[in-house]
């Protein structure tokens, strides 16, 4: 498909475990984010990626928390020993640029037991 | 403290009439604004925006007001079409500086009676 592509849909896994969230951006995007919403809440940032440049780390709320983008295209976003309160819907978006608009993923429903 | 503020959480509006959503913003770089339809279990989509050189963009029904002075943003979209129930999501960024990271609001669930 032409659009931004996660997986897995949904995740659910016990407290402690680690997680691994995929992320398939729009091929010759180059700016790539992700979000997390949690229930009630509005999109919160958690990392950026454009192009080359050193990602924007400032809005992981944790170290357990990282990031990575593999060749300008797939980012992995993992979650070490997981909490209770990680529990979130994880967004994935891709623009063309840093001032285009960002195309979303489905995201990412993850359910820590 | 939230720097985009969407205080209406739902709105409720009949086919055919106008709505309106509104959003307020603090910050005095955000030059770049957009808003974003959600429908459940789906990422939110892309639906107009505006930067801060204009003060309304208009996409067919969909029109998008932007008052600096007041830091107000308001979409407007008329005809209401049940279709447009969904989540609406305000985001608003600087331009300029390095670093584009849109900071969104929590989001108004406007809900179209047939």
């Known amino acids: 498909g032409a659009g931004v592509s996660q997986s897995p849909s949904n995740k659910v896994t016990e407290k402690g475990k680690d997680v691994e969230l995929r992320c398939d951006p729009i091929s010759g995007h180059t700016a790539l984010y992700w979000y997390r919403q949690s229930l009630g809440q509005g999109l919160e940032f958690l990392i950026y990626f454009q192009g080359n440049s050193a990602p924007d780390k400032s809005g992981l709320p944790s170290d357990r928390f990282s990031a990575e983008r593999t060749g300008g295209s797939v980012s992995t976003l993992t979650i070490q020993r997981t909490q209770q309160e990680d529990s979130a819907v994880y967004l994935c978006a891709s623009s063309l640029g840093q001032d285009q608009p960002q195309h979303f993923g489905d995201g990412t429903r993850l359910s820590i037991l | 403290d939230q720097q985009v503020k969407q205080n209406s959480p739902s709105l409720s509006v009949q086919e055919g009439r106008i709505s309106i959503l509104n959003c307020d913003y603090t910050?005095?770089?955000?030059?770049?604004f957009l808003w974003y339809k959600k429908y459940p279990a789906e990422g939110p989509t892309f639906l107009i925006s505006i930067s801060s050189i204009k003060d309304k963009n208009e996409d067919g029904r969909f029109t998008v007001f932007l008052n600096k002075s007041a830091k107000h943003l308001s979409l407007h979209i008329v005809p209401s079409q049940p279709g447009d129930s969904a989540v609406y999501f305000c985001?608003?960024?600087?331009?300029?500086?390095?670093?584009?990271?849109?900071?969104f609001g929590r989001g108004t669930s406007l809900i179209v009676h047939p």
């Open positions: 910050n005095s770089m955000f030059d770049y």
């Open positions: 985001a608003a960024s600087p331009s300029s500086g390095g670093s584009y990271i849109p900071t």
